[in-house]
Every structure is written in C-alpha cells, then in structure tokens.
C-alpha cells in the first residue's frame, strides 16, 4: 500500500502501440492502489477512437497540437493546456483536430483500463508512433471483444463534426 503524503515517483513507463496510436503507461492501478491510471499518448493526425462508453471517468489535458472531445453530443477542439473533462458512463469519443501529432495526458479513474490497452496494444521500446494503420474489420472486433471484458461498450465513429 502506498503510504499518504509520501511522493511517489514512476519512471518505467509501458510503451503501447494501439491503432496507430502511442500510449505510455505511466502510473497504472498497481502502482496507485487501485485509483488511477495515467497514460501519455501520442495521436497521430488521422486518429480517431470512435464513440464509446465505460464506467471509469476520464481527464484529457492537451499538451501539443489539437484534439476534438466529443461528449454526450457535444464537441470542443482542446489546444494545448486545455483540459475535457468525461465523467463515467458519458458516450465519448476524441480524435486528433489538427495536421500534427497531438500529445495528450488522460488521467482515468479508477485504474483497471490499463488491462484493456496492455491487451489490445502492442509493446514498444521507446515513445515511437507506429507506422499509419488502416483498422481491419478483424482487428476492430477484437478490440471490440476485449473491450467488453473490461466494461466498454463500442458504438461506432464519431459523428460528422459541424462547421
């Protein structure tokens, strides 16, 4: 158990390519007593993780480059030192808004996501995006499936962004 008020330093980050995308695992629910799970992500400009839902809520905070969070119906374009706010059980979504890759830090709570991207990721050494890839119907429905097992429900892209 991590004792109160004792800083808690984690410096072996988990690097997870996930469709094209690049999650950094840098505090999980191991490592926080169950409360949290913090990811670093590179976003790579064409991605997006459709709409879906789950019961842990999420932070967004936009570090560089620009990210469209939808939300229950709703969308907002974060920059850089913005902040979108999901709270459990929202219909949500993001993708990346701009020409550059965007890094995102996403705080959920409680932890126990971090098994769903250890599952349907792939491990890598260092920070690196992956090549661009084009999901296959064959690999969505295995995130989909893995999804389930971890209290996510999958309901499609995101909607046409209006102008």
């Known amino acids: 158990m991590v004792q109160a008020n004792v800083p808690q ?3 072996d980050s988990e690097h997870l390519h996930v469709l094209g995308a690049t999650l950094s695992i840098t505090a999980d629910s191991e490592t926080t007593d169950g409360e949290y799970l913090v990811l670093d992500m590179l976003v790579p400009p064409t991605f997006e993780n459709g709409l879906h839902t789950h019961d842990p809520s999420e ?3 936009v570090i560089d480059g620009e990210v469209r969070l939808h939300v229950d119906g709703d969308d907002r374009i974060l920059s850089p030192g913005m902040t979108g706010y999901v709270s459990g059980g ?3 979504g993001f993708a990346n ?3 550059e890759v965007s890094r995102v830090i996403a ?4 932890g126990g996501a971090e098994g769903f991207f250890r599952e349907v990721g792939h491990p890598s050494e ?8 084009e999901p296959t119907e ?4 295995s995130v989909f499936a893995t999804g389930e097992k971890y ?4 309901l499609g892209p995101l909607p046409e962004q209006a102008e």
Do not use: C, K, Y
Request: proline residues 9%; hydrophobic residues 45%.
């Open 138 to 141: 064959e690999m969505l429905q």
């Open 90 to 92: 929202a219909i949500h």
């Open 151 to 154: 209290g996510f429900e999958f």
């Open 97 to 99: 808004a701009g020409n």
């Open 9 to 11: 330093e984690f410096t």
């Open 126 to 133: 260092d920070r690196s995006l992956p090549e661009p890839v």
């Open 107 to 110: 705080v959920v709570t409680p």
């Open 59 to 61: 932070v967004f905070h």
